[in-house]
């Protein structure tokens, strides 16, 4: 597999739609993720990251404007003891409540398939950073079948001892279009830098500054577990 520049990636792709980076920095001391949601229409758009104890939800910019908030409001980001789950929809809760009770993250996304919005049929993706003797971390893709809802593809990549410098990437469609094709393939690999302000800059520099709404980057220190958050919003 070849490395691929995530600031090619996305400044060659107008929409990626929502993306999930994880990750280790280059020094080896800190788990990275990153999430970033897109979107086309005028609801998609009229959103924020804001901050919800350890994690993050999505919220409605402007109240007033909000049509169907069913797969747009959600907690993209939940803390559970040592793992840090990161989902682009509610699954995020299905993971959290399931790894709870032991079930391990693969088990927690079996009542979960890809979003009822056809034809589009958006993936849930989802990711888990776990750290405890070591870091170790893991994506999944829920997708419909070639576009057949009536069946669901699952696919799970499990990352163990993470190497310094490097993560992968995924995100919900391959490029624009009616319908919205689904994310094909391994998540990319890609590689992360040591410092949070850099790696922020040049993911929301790389977004189409069109489509681009919120963008959340936390550094995790392995050692201590103290945590660095950023989070940008358009609308703000």
């Given at each position: 597999m070849k490395m691929l520049s995530i600031e090619q990636e996305l400044k060659s792709n107008s929409y990626p739609?929502?993306?999930?980076?994880?990750?280790?920095?280059?020094?080896?001391?800190?788990?990275v993720t990153?999430?970033?949601?897109?979107?086309?229409?005028?609801?998609?758009?009229?959103?924020?990251?804001?901050?919800?104890?350890?994690?993050?939800?999505?919220?409605a910019?402007?109240?007033?404007?909000?049509?169907?908030?069913?797969?747009?409001?959600?907690?993209?980001?939940?803390?559970l003891g040592n793992k840090t789950i990161v989902t682009n929809g509610d699954q995020t809760d299905t993971i959290y409540e399931c790894m709870d009770k032991q079930m391990t993250f693969e088990q927690s996304l079996r009542s979960?398939?890809?979003?009822?919005?056809?034809p589009n049929y958006t993936p849930r993706i989802s990711g888990i950073m776990h750290i405890e003797n070591g870091y170790n971390y893991a994506m999944s893709i829920l997708?419909?079948?070639?576009g057949n809802p009536g069946s669901c593809s699952r696919y799970t990549f499990a990352y163990e001892d993470a190497v310094a410098g490097e993560g992968h990437f995924i995100h919900t469609y391959m490029c624009d279009g009616d319908p919205l094709p689904s994310f094909e393939g391994e998540p990319k690999w890609i590689s992360i830098p040591d410092d949070i302000e850099d790696f922020t800059e040049l993911l929301w520099n790389s977004l189409n500054e069109d489509n681009k709404v919120s963008l959340f980057v936390r550094y995790i220190d392995i050692a201590s577990?103290?945590?660095e958050t950023k989070i940008?919003?358009?609308n703000q």
């Open positions: 739609g929502r993306g999930i980076v994880i990750g280790k920095s280059k020094d080896g001391k800190k788990a990153a999430y970033f949601i897109m979107g086309r229409s005028e609801n998609s758009r009229n959103r924020i990251f804001v901050e919800d104890g350890e994690g993050i939800r999505t919220q910019f402007d109240p007033s404007k909000l049509t169907d908030p069913s797969l747009i409001i959600y907690a993209p980001v939940r803390v979960r398939e890809f979003e009822p919005d056809g997708k419909s079948s070639n577990g103290t945590y940008v919003n358009k």
